[in-house]
């Protein structure tokens, strides 16, 4: 087996393994490599084994992140949920591994993070704190409506009631979903990505990617973008206004996901990465998804302690309290500075 990087030519045969194998998610799509260098500017590896014959077998998408801040490391893929190697072929799992490893090393990384679906059988250390909640999804929305408990049904409605109305296209909800999405993030304490990374996704994902909006009055008060893959459709991102959660915005959001996702022909829903019994998590539940366990592994230079870039890491507790205090077009041109280094 050969293992090398891959180059645009390859777009073909990758399309073709990625959309015929069992274990790929869509961040497995080499499209994703010009969507990070030109939204945040960092190199992409994106490594392919080949069988004998010269027919990829297996890939591994990495993404090189290096700061002062936050360090030199690996991550395939950063700002998503998915990633990690890609092939039924053990040989060829373990080549992809032992070239990541050693592409990590002659780039001086401190470790690389695979974010996997199914658990790699390496020895690696991994991180079993996350979730994925997902829905199984009837063949029709209406029967799906059926299936929710009466008070959820009357969740939705409320927003419907008070006028709120909802639409679902692509560009031209753009401006609005970064509005909300933006303001959110900042009373998150969390540093926000640039519009044109949203941007970049709708323009290379054009059969992939959607954007839903909750508007009152003509004001959009809650959105979430969409990726679809297969047979599963994702929310990676969702906000609502806070000052409008009193209506419910955020439930119409979701129901109309959902039926979006049915009506387009969707087997299942993901709503995205949760910590079991939290907040987002007891949220998803009540929807019927149930948890799917997310195996991050590491492969970490000198044995050393796993990374911690999270929120409830103590040591970033005081940058979000300021980080919420600051004016929203300083957070709009900040953020994008800071969160590209964050995976």
């Known amino acids: 087996m050969n293992v090398r990087l891959a180059a645009s030519q390859d777009l073909p045969e990758i399309d073709r393994f ?9 961040y497995h799509d080499y499209r994703w490599t010009g969507v990070v260098e030109n939204s945040f500017g960092h190199k992409c590896h994106y490594l392919v084994c080949e069988d004998p014959e010269g027919r990829i077998i297996g890939a591994l998408p990495l993404v090189h992140l290096k700061s002062m801040l936050f360090g030199n490391f690996l991550v395939s893929m950063p700002y998503f949920n998915y990633g990690g190697v890609c092939s039924s072929v053990p040989s060829a799992q373990a080549v992809l591994v032992g070239e990541a490893v050693r592409t990590a090393k002659s780039l001086g ?14 020895g690696f250390p991994v991180k079993t704190s996350k979730v994925s909640m997902r829905l199984p999804l009837p063949e029709s929305d209406a029967d799906l409506w059926k299936s929710l408990p009466s008070k959820l049904r009357s969740q939705v409605r409320k927003p419907q009631k008070e006028g709120m109305t909802v639409r679902i296209s692509r560009h031209d909800e753009l401006d609005n979903f970064y509005e909300v999405f933006s303001i959110n993030m900042r009373d998150l304490g969390t540093p926000v990505y640039p519009r044109h990374f949203f941007r970049n996704i ?12 909750v508007s009152a009055g003509g004001t959009a008060v809650a959105s979430g973008f969409l990726v679809g893959f297969k047979e599963r459709m994702e929310i990676p991102w969702a906000s609502s206004l806070r000052e409008y959660n009193r209506l419910g915005p955020n439930m119409l959001l979701y129901w109309s996901c959902l039926e979006f996702a049915c009506k387009s022909g969707f087997r299942s829903f993901d709503f995205g990465r949760s910590t079991v019994d939290g907040g987002t998590y ?11 366990p997310m195996y991050w592994h590491y492969w970490m230079d000198g044995g050393k302690p796993l990374p911690e870039m999270n929120p409830g890491n103590p040591k970033f507790r005081l940058a979000i309290a300021l980080w919420k205090r600051l004016p929203l077009p300083v957070t709009r041109l900040l953020g994008p500075l800071i969160v590209k280094n964050l995976p």
Do not use: Y
């Open 202 to 213: 709708l323009d290379r994902f054009p059969s992939h990617s959607w954007i839903c909006t």
């Open 109 to 122: 990384a401190s470790h690389i993070e695979f974010r996997q679906e199914l658990p790699m059988d390496k």
């Open 282 to 292: 007891r949220f998803k539940e009540q929807w019927g998804a149930s948890p799917h």
């Open 18 to 26: 990625v959309r015929d194998n069992d274990t790929s998610s869509l």
